[in-house]
């Protein structure tokens, strides 16, 4: 099955400083990916959809100057929280598509991010 | 928001009892899908409706789907220990197929 790596799966960070999270797509290219928030015990919203070679498409309310997507190759895309503060603070989770139709999302593990 | 609503949002049941998550969603779909997730990990996917199709079983699993309703639901027959996990039904907006809404979601506990 399609597996999705996602890098790393924790991170305590002090406020101010940035952290890169990557998302590879182990065996397949994905020409798109999503990077998801969630807060505990509740649902999955969508930030934004990486294109590779061009520019990410941000959620209404998300700002792409706190989180930089960049989707340099097919299998890999990176979420960057940008002077990272306590309320970002949160579960951050990558996903692939094959864009087949009705083609699951294959996702990643997750990245728990601590910002103290 | 476009975002579905599951109900119950938690439900807590014995090894071999059924286990029934009912989700709404709101817009027009091609298709839905039901993933599960274990504390603190990825999303697995489950199992995927299509909008012309009522039923689809797999394994212990069983989906049906009520477009007219704008409603589905997931039922877990004989359930196990190991079925604990937070279970989300997705959508996929017809104008934007590449974009899941994911809806609120269901934490299921099964104790043994």
């Known amino acids: 099955g399609a597996v999705v790596s996602q890098h790393p799966s924790w991170v305590i960070c002090k406020s101010g400083t940035s952290v890169k999270i990557e998302c590879r797509s182990l065996?397949?290219?994905?020409?798109?990916m999503f990077w998801y928030r969630q807060f505990p015990k509740q649902s999955l919203m969508l930030m934004a959809t990486?294109?590779?070679?061009?520019?990410?498409?941000?959620e209404q309310g998300v700002e792409k100057d706190k989180f930089l997507i960049n989707h340099a190759s097919l299998t890999l895309s990176t979420l960057t929280v940008t002077s990272a503060h306590p309320e970002d603070s949160s579960f951050y989770i990558c996903s692939a598509s094959k864009l087949l139709r009705d083609s699951p999302l294959h996702f990643g593990n997750g990245t728990r991010l601590t910002v103290t | 928001s476009q975002q579905g609503e599951e109900d119950p949002q938690a439900l807590s049941i014995q090894e071999g009892e059924n286990a029934t998550m009912n989700c709404s969603y709101k817009t027009s779909i091609n298709n839905l899908q039901w993933y599960r997730q274990n504390s603190g990990r990825g999303l697995v996917h489950l199992i995927l409706i299509r909008s012309n199709e009522r039923e689809k079983h797999s394994g212990r699993l069983r989906v049906t789907l009520d477009t007219s309703k704008k409603s589905s639901s997931l039922l877990i027959t004989a359930s196990r220990a190991a079925d604990t996990a937070s279970y989300f039904c997705?959508?996929?907006?017809?104008?934007?197929?590449?974009?899941?809404?994911f809806g609120t979601g269901t934490r299921l506990q099964v104790f043994p």
């Open positions: 997705a959508t996929d907006a017809t104008e934007n197929t590449d974009k899941l809404i």
């Open positions: 990486s294109n590779e070679g061009s520019k990410a498409t941000y």
């Open positions: 065996d397949f290219q994905a020409t798109t």
